[in-house]
């Protein structure tokens, strides 16, 4: 399993994804840079320049978050799919493997790569800001590791897609999701700010069913500044509504839900390709 793994981040490296996500990271971070580095030069008190910051680099945070989203779902479609319809997985099989192993190795390897990628960035971002704005997160660390979640959340969904449609596809129908739960949970946040229980419902639903929107609200209010809420008026006066705000860190309970959504997609795309005829 271990090997799978490493065979399949060694995999990933050399793909053209890679390349397409360093550009794209590279491109980020001096537009970031030169985003912040003007703001930097504005007459602003350090309570407004801590404010604008923090949610300039939610802003940003989440740019980093679609580029993770688009990479890993595209890269994990072709990476199982692919192996399959070519008839690699099948040489491979025909070994002493098991085949809920070898899925699980190559999980691993892509949600290590995935991961890494987010933190790295992530991380890179942070100095940026940090350089330009001396402005430092509350929680970094945590911050950076519900994105990682994030990711491998999208991860676990695309192999299930990738057992059961082409490679191509997986990708498109992951990071639609990806974005609907994001788009819903924006929803769900003003039906809270306007006191719409049955808009509430569709943001509290959306994460519930796929976790990545509950995560990055996490990530959210571990990149913000702690004034902000304040600053906006409250929760309970619609500062929730702002998409790049975060009204609460994450619950215990929630963190847990998202482990198990993670292990019951996890033991349906191993189902799923235990079953798959190769």
Do not use: H
């Not at 050399?14 to 970031?32: E, K």
């Not at 802003?59 to 978050?65: E, H, N, T």
Request: charged fraction near 10%; include cysteine; hydrophobic fraction near 60%.
């Amino acid at each position: 399993m271990l090997t799978v793994a490493a065979l399949t981040l060694r995999e990933a490296s050399r793909r053209r994804v890679l390349l397409a996500l360093a550009a794209l990271t590279v491109a980020l971070l001096v537009l970031s840079a030169w985003g912040f580095s003007r703001l930097a030069g504005e007459a602003l008190t350090s309570g407004e320049a801590r404010l604008t910051a923090s949610i300039v680099l939610n802003l940003v945070m989440f740019g980093f978050s679609l580029v993770a989203a688009l990479g890993t779902a595209f890269l994990a479609g072709p990476t199982l799919a692919g192996e399959t319809e070519s008839g690699i997985a099948l040489a491979v099989l025909s070994r002493p493997i098991r085949r809920s192993a070898f899925l699980l190795g190559k999980w691993l390897g892509l949600v290590a790569f995935g991961s890494g990628f987010v933190v790295v960035a992530g991380l890179a971002e942070i100095l940026v800001v940090r350089a330009t704005v001396d402005y430092w997160p509350p929680s970094p660390v945590t911050a950076l590791a519900l994105l990682a979640a994030q990711t491998a959340v999208l991860l676990t969904l695309t192999v299930l897609l990738a057992t059961a449609v082409s490679p191509m596809a997986s990708g498109v129908i992951a990071v639609g999701l990806f974005c609907t739960t994001w788009v819903a949970g924006v929803v769900g946040a003003i039906g809270t700010a306007l006191g719409n229980d049955a808009v509430a419902q569709v943001g509290a639903v959306s994460r519930v069913l796929l976790p990545t929107d509950g995560l990055w609200r996490g990530a959210m209010n571990a990149f913000q500044d702690p004034s902000a809420i304040v600053q906006f008026g409250g929760a309970d006066q619609g500062a929730g509504a702002f998409p790049f705000l975060s009204v609460a860190p994450l619950s215990a309970a929630y963190l847990a839900w998202s482990a198990v959504w993670v292990l019951m997609i996890g033991g349906l795309a191993a189902a799923a390709y235990i079953r798959k005829d190769l």
